[in-house]
């Protein structure tokens, strides 16, 4: 997964987003010890930049520095994944329930005909990326699926919290997708459920599969 990178970035800055992808894709390990001289060799670039962008890592919570040694990829906390499952529950049950009062207020069925429609839209898409077995493509629609939801909403406080967990909501999709590819054919299964909840403007029902969707995929995670 590629994070947007403006032309002509300082290098500490290019540091940083090559490192971070490598977290979010997957591609390193947690536990897993990173070197400044491989990441700037990768780079092109001097330790110096590098070392900032360790730096800052560290400080959101992603790495762990040891000086002469280098950078630790910190593990998933299983507490902090418990609260994450407990934060999107939240937005997303109440996105859908604002969705549910406008449709109601509004007396027509447009307001959830084109949530469902661009929910299903996306669950193509995911199908679709689950049959060529593109893992990446598969996340990003996996992300897509939930923000549409919290969009549909109107609420921009809503979505600033969306945007504030949404890294750490990709690198736990990506571990657990990863670890077992059989969990990518329960998403869509599950996440058909929820388009089916939210068509039936059944806010308990989406709030209770969310739950359990969400548990079950990041179990490996949790426990």
Do not use: C
């Not at 084109?114 to 929910?119: E, F, S």
């Not at 919290?161 to 998403?187: C, G, H, K």
């Amino acid at each position: 997964m590629q994070v947007n990178q403006p032309a002509k970035q300082p290098a500490a800055q290019r540091a940083y987003h090559h490192v971070k992808s490598l977290l979010l894709d997957g591609a390193v390990e947690p536990g897993q010890m990173l070197s400044e001289g491989d990441i700037a060799a990768s780079l092109g670039i001097s330790r110096t930049p590098v070392r900032e962008a360790f730096t800052r890592l560290q400080s959101e919570g992603w790495l762990r520095l040891y000086p002469r040694r280098g950078a630790l990829v910190v593990p998933v906390d299983p507490n902090q994944t418990r609260d994450l499952v407990d934060a999107r529950v939240l937005l997303e049950s109440e996105s859908v329930r604002t969705v549910v009062d406008k449709a109601q207020a509004t007396d027509r069925i447009g307001v959830i005909q084109r949530v469902t429609d661009d929910l299903e839209n996306i669950l193509k898409q995911q199908r679709e990326a689950l049959d060529a077995q593109d893992l990446a493509a598969f996340s990003q629609a996996d992300l897509a699926f939930h923000r549409a939801i919290i969009e549909a909403s109107g609420n921009s406080i809503y979505a600033r919290f969306q945007d504030a967990i949404a890294d750490q909501e990709t690198r736990m999709s990506v571990r657990s997708l990863w670890r077992s590819p059989e969990a990518a054919r329960r998403v869509v299964s599950q996440h058909a459920e929820l388009l089916t909840a939210v068509g039936h403007k059944d806010v308990d029902a989406f709030r209770a599969t969310l739950r359990n969707h969400l548990m079950d995929i990041h179990s490996d995670l949790i426990t």
